[in-house]
């Protein structure tokens, strides 16, 4: 028997893998789990809940079943370098037709769950992408989703949400179920987006749980089919857990397996087989270097250990800075004078989204974990370094109305470059990552309506300088040595 607070309904859970289906062992050794192995971890469950009630075994309730669904809750990509899913706000914007289902009724052997996706209002999406965000306010008021609610036959209700767990368009959402269909009828938001474990009950038969990020975590919650909530304070029937990705937490402690081989299913182990042979086919696990020590996306930019310090004090002087005159666009642009000035960089601090380890030699995956977006970095034009300095207060004040509050240790953007303080006037060749270039150009243009705001692609992305950086200044040859757990550790550089 599984070790987990099975009810009537059972959902297993991943959200934000951002790619990471190759799981972390070779550098966080505790998070050992691919994506394989979630997979034999779901279908030893599946086959105990299929079972369960149909046998003679007295230990179970005769004809009650337990019913059991898998749910990946959005952003599958962007993590690392395995980057190449439907919902109800979604819209493709040519047929204006549903990218997703609008909703679905999802078929147990025991019950019936009406299941709602939904995006959060998404400001900053890719304007020419062809997509519409609609407000989830407006669609919760729409003839589809009130008729769904009043006349289709359930017995709970599941809302995938690209949200935070308490985001209040959660609320806006409940309180529109509820207004239609009224108090008992249990319902289960799951919830990603913000990138942790969290969970909450919102009311007595509404519970909201969002399962970490990363495949870090293998999440389950359990909840009652609406003929089981009897009473009032039936909070007792919802229930969840959140499990490490770790194969002895899925196989030994949760499943009971005395070895974590023996919970592997035959599915599990070709798609794990199949996942290590395309990280392999794609170069990702190329040995690229070996970093002097961790370094960590959450420090703030000058804490020792900062990844944003380094790239600021190390990556951009060494690799970008250095390598000016190699770049076209400038050349072409800039007058003779103006080629010698200095050079400065506002970084935005959702440029990179991972740690960088020093437990293993680095492989290219490990670099693009830190630096998934590969944005190609783009010239502004030259200014004074008053107007610089006064552009990045004014990024780091402004709000564009998303609501990511990750790594409040940061500002928004991280000026790169030492600024002139004596001379306001001098003048710096200024750069930024494409992903922001428009909104730079408009703070600048508004600071400093006299100068040239022209946005230049230079050859340079940003996951190929922190390649560049580590292949040339973290070479392991010499310098490693073994730690005693048959990895590598560069002991200087
Ligand atoms: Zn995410």
Redesign the pocket.
């Given at each position: 028997m599984p070790n987990l607070p099975f009810g009537d309904i059972n959902i297993v859970v991943l959200?934000?893998l951002?790619s990471w289906l190759g799981g972390h062992s070779r550098q966080e050794p505790h998070y050992d789990a691919d994506l394989g192995d979630v997979l034999s971890f779901w279908e030893n469950l599946k086959d105990h809940c299929d079972a369960y009630g149909d046998d003679d075994d007295d230990d179970e309730p005769q004809n009650q079943h337990r019913d059991i669904f898998f749910v990946n809750n959005?952003?599958f990509i962007?993590g690392t370098g395995l980057s190449q899913m439907g919902m109800g706000n979604d819209y493709d914007d040519g047929s204006q037709r549903p990218l997703g289902n609008r909703y679905k009724i999802l078929h147990g052997k025991n019950c019936k769950l009406l299941t709602f996706g939904f995006l959060y209002n998404m400001k900053d999406y890719a304007p020419n992408s062809g997509i519409v965000i609609e407000d989830v306010e407006k669609v919760v008021a729409q003839e589809w989703f009130v008729n769904a609610l009043v006349e289709e036959h359930y017995d709970a209700i599941l809302v995938l949400a690209?949200m935070d767990l308490v985001d209040p368009l959660v609320h806006v959402i409940k309180s529109a179920i509820r207004s239609n269909i009224g108090q008992g009828m249990p319902v289960v938001f799951i919830t990603?987006?913000?990138?942790y474990r969290g969970v909450k009950q919102l009311e007595d038969t509404t519970m909201t749980f969002e399962a970490g990020?990363y495949m870090d975590t293998v999440g389950f919650v359990s909840f009652p089919k609406k003929e089981s909530v009897r009473s009032e304070n039936s909070t007792s029937l919802f229930s969840h857990a959140f499990l490490d990705a770790n194969k002895q937490v899925l196989f030994q402690d949760t499943l009971g397996f005395s070895r974590s081989e023996d919970g592997e299913t035959k599915n599990g182990k070709e798609l794990s087989k199949f996942i290590d042979q395309t990280r392999e086919k794609l170069g990702l696990k190329k040995e690229i270097g070996c970093a002097p020590q961790s370094y960590f996306f959450e420090r703030p930019v000058d804490a020792e250990g900062s990844l944003w310090g380094l790239y600021r004090d190390e990556v951009i002087p060494k690799i970008f800075f250095k390598s000016r005159q190699t770049m076209e666009a400038i050349e072409e642009e800039a007058t003779n004078e103006e080629d010698d000035l200095p050079m400065a960089m506002l970084l935005s601090k959702d440029a990179w989204r991972y740690d960088l380890f020093n437990n293993a030699t680095l492989i290219a995956d490990d670099i693009i974990a830190v630096a998934p977006f590969n944005d190609t970095v783009v010239h502004l034009g030259t200014f004074p370094s008053k107007v610089i300095a006064k552009a990045n207060r004014t990024l780091n004040q402004y709000s564009n109305g998303d609501d990511l509050t990750w790594l409040p240790t940061l500002p928004k953007f991280i000026l790169i470059g030492s600024l002139d303080e004596s001379d306001a006037n001098t003048k710096y060749h200024l750069y930024c990552h494409d992903f922001e270039a428009i909104h730079v150009q408009k703070i600048l243009r508004r600071l400093a309506p006299k100068e040239h705001v022209v946005i230049k692609k230079t050859e340079f992305r940003s996951t190929m300088i922190w390649m560049a950086f580590v292949e040339e200044y973290w070479k392991c040859d010499g310098s490693c040595e073994s730690d005693g757990r048959g990895y590598k550790r560069s002991k200087h550089f």
């Open positions: 959200t934000d951002h959005g952003d962007h690209h990603g987006h913000t990138h990020r």
